[in-house]
Nanobody
Framework: QVQLVESGGGLVQAGGSLRLSCAYS????????MGWFRQITGKEREFLGA????????HYEDSVKGRFTISRDNRKNTVYLQMTSLKPEDATVYLC????????????WGQGTRVTVSS
């Protein structure tokens, strides 16, 4: 099994930046694609982007492309979500998730970390 723990959420002013971390452990050879979603109350989880632990570049949802960057540090077993030019509408809970590279669905989820953006 894979365990995921997010951190780095908090309060930031509009226009500011924040970096979220997702520490992973366990059998990541079986679930080696790490994704970031955000959960807006009353709506479905919104996919933001994902990256493979095996290498290659991240890919992103169009809504955050250019503002959000996903990276990995395999030595630290951590995936990051760097967010810039934050807007009040970016305020919500951000979730890290993992899946097998051949799977359509994300199977393991962290508990989430909350981001608050003040205007």
């Amino acid at each position: 099994q894979v365990q995921l723990v997010e951190s780095g959420g908090g309060l930031v002013q509009a226009g500011g930046s924040l970096r979220l971390s997702c520490a992973y452990s366990g059998r990541t050879f079986s679930r080696d694609v790490m994704g970031w979603f955000r959960q807006i109350t009353g709506k479905e989880r919104e996919f933001l982007g994902a990256i493979s632990l095996r290498g290659g570049s991240a890919h992103y949802e169009d809504s955050v492309k250019g503002r959000f960057t996903i990276s990995r540090d395999n030595r630290k077993n951590t995936v990051y979500l760097q967010m810039t030019s934050l807007k009040p509408e970016d305020a919500t809970v951000y979730l890290c998730t993992a899946k097998a590279h051949h799977s359509r669905s994300y199977e393991v989820w962290g508990q989430g970390t909350r981001v608050t953006v003040s205007s």
